[in-house]
């Protein structure tokens, strides 16, 4: 069955550095999404994206972070300067309807 | 501002009995709503949606209602089993021109199963 994968499954990085998280969304899926969940805390939206361009995005999603689709088949979420509060986990979704496939997520560290 | 509320405490059931699991929303009109399973260390994975011209959803030993009047879904798991020990998150989502859905979701009912 297909799936959404994700890269690296754990992050972890110091203060202030850029990172890059990597996703691998169901081929046939036109919509993709970035959530992040802070431990203990409920699932956020960040983004959503389709046709190569931002649909959505949430007051988390500021000018630290961006989303790219490189090529055919990944979609990156990047943070350019990473802060303490920034460290959960980040799942990519994605979809053809309203059935959202989630990936097993990255967990981001920030020391 | 939207708030969506599912029970906070943990609910523990008896193998074999029905769990049902409660999810209320204020300040939003969803045109759907959906139910996930998140385990430890995962991420969610779809279970059910509901539309909101639609009072009453089954899939296998689920089943979803949704009352929009009183704002609030119900997730029943029948014949339940400790396989079904999970996080169960409610998710609220509206249609956009754009076709795509973000998802609102509530912080998760964790329900344990016991033998």
């Known amino acids: 069955e297909p799936e959404v994968t994700q890269t690296p499954s754990h992050q972890v990085t110091q203060m202030g550095q850029e990172v890059i998280l990597r996703c691998v969304p169901i081929?046939?899926?036109?919509?993709f999404y970035w959530y992040r969940q802070i431990l203990g805390q409920k699932v956020e939206f960040l983004v959503s994206?389709?046709?190569?361009?931002?649909?959505?995005k949430s007051e988390i999603f500021d000018d630290q972070f961006s989303v790219e689709r490189p090529d055919g088949s990944n979609f990156t979420l990047k943070i350019r300067s990473t802060k303490l509060e920034d460290s959960a986990m980040y799942f990519c979704?994605?979809?053809?309807?309203?059935?959202?496939?989630f990936g097993p997520g990255t967990r981001l560290t920030v020391l | 501002s939207q708030k969506i509320e599912q029970n906070s405490e943990a609910l523990n059931i008896q193998e074999g009995k029905t769990a049902t699991l409660t999810c209320n929303y204020t300040?939003?009109?969803?045109?759907?709503l959906q139910w996930y399973r998140q385990d430890p260390g995962r991420g969610p994975v779809f279970l059910l949606l509901?539309?909101?011209?639609?009072k009453e959803k089954r899939k296998e030993r689920l089943k979803v209602t949704f009352d929009t009047t009183l704002k609030q879904s119900l997730f029943h798991i029948t014949a339940s089993q400790p396989a079904d020990s999970a996080t169960y998150l409610c998710?609220?989502?509206?249609?956009?021109?754009?076709?795509?859905?973000?998802?609102?979701f509530g912080a998760g009912t964790r329900l344990a199963v016991h033998p």
């Open positions: 979704a994605s979809s053809t309807g309203h059935e959202q496939f």
């Open positions: 081929s046939n899926h036109l919509y």
């Open positions: 994206f389709y046709n190569n361009e931002i649909s959505e």
């Open positions: 300040n939003y009109s969803p045109a759907y």
């Open positions: 509901i539309r909101e011209n639609e």
């Open positions: 998710a609220l989502g509206s249609l956009f021109s754009g076709g795509y859905n973000k998802l609102i």
